[in-house]
């Protein structure tokens, strides 16, 4: 309905650049991935510091828990359909609306806030406040949301595989994945740099 409103064709939600899906599936997502341990560590710390001033509740735990209990139905809408359709909604639509009021920042974060508010608990909302600022940057700046849904999944398929291991991992183990998810994240980094910041982003067609 809203695409309808909006007279969006599926071409112009997905992927309005200029530069070609091939070329923006090929160098933008690859390093855009490197950022998601580096990603999980930073916002699963602040949740954890957030936790220990406010403990979840009873159903919250059990909400978590349901969202990470490793069932088919459950692995399909952590990893696939969240990330599909909230980036449909949220950076297709809302932010793409914002760009074309407000500039480039604001546009961003107050998407960002909405994306962390429409979870509707405090927890979500961390994570989808920072989630919503990276992915609504790389969405500015590549006007395509193949990188932001390829990062998203990314980002939800690592926190269920990995993030339970951490806590069990030893601390050498800790340290050895901290220090590889800072490399990955300072190469991620650099390339994106260059190829969505010094050089130019590639603007909307």
């Given amino acids: 309905?809203?695409?309808?409103?909006?007279?969006?064709?599926?071409?112009?939600?997905?992927?309005?650049?200029?530069?070609?899906?091939?070329?923006?599936?090929?160098?933008?997502?690859?390093?855009?991935?490197?950022?998601?341990?580096?990603?999980?560590?930073?916002?699963?710390?602040a949740i954890n510091l957030l936790t220990l001033a406010l403990p979840l509740s009873a159903w919250e735990e059990a909400m978590f828990s349901r969202m990470a209990d490793g069932s088919v139905a459950a692995v399909l809408a952590v990893c696939v359909m969240a990330p599909l359709l909230e980036e449909m909604l949220f950076r297709g639509i809302v932010l793409r609306g914002f760009l074309q009021r407000y500039g480039r920042w604001q546009a961003i974060l107050m998407s960002a806030l909405l994306f962390g508010a429409a979870h509707m608990n405090i927890y979500q909302f961390v994570v989808g406040v920072a989630m919503g600022t990276v992915l609504g940057w790389l969405y500015e700046r590549t006007r395509s949301l193949i990188p932001c849904i390829a990062l998203h999944a990314a980002y939800n398929c690592t926190t269920l595989l990995v993030a339970g291991w951490l806590e069990d991992a030893s601390p050498a183990g800790v340290l050895s994945f901290v220090l590889l998810a800072g490399a990955a994240a300072l190469c991620g980094g650099v390339v994106l740099r260059q190829l969505l910041v010094a050089s130019g982003r590639t603007s909307e067609g």
């Fill in 1 to 45: 309905v809203v695409m309808q409103q909006q007279k969006l064709g599926w071409r112009a939600l997905f992927h309005p650049s200029r530069a070609s899906m091939r070329a923006t599936l090929m160098l933008v997502v690859p390093p855009a991935l490197l950022l998601v341990p580096a990603l999980m560590l930073a916002i699963t710390c």
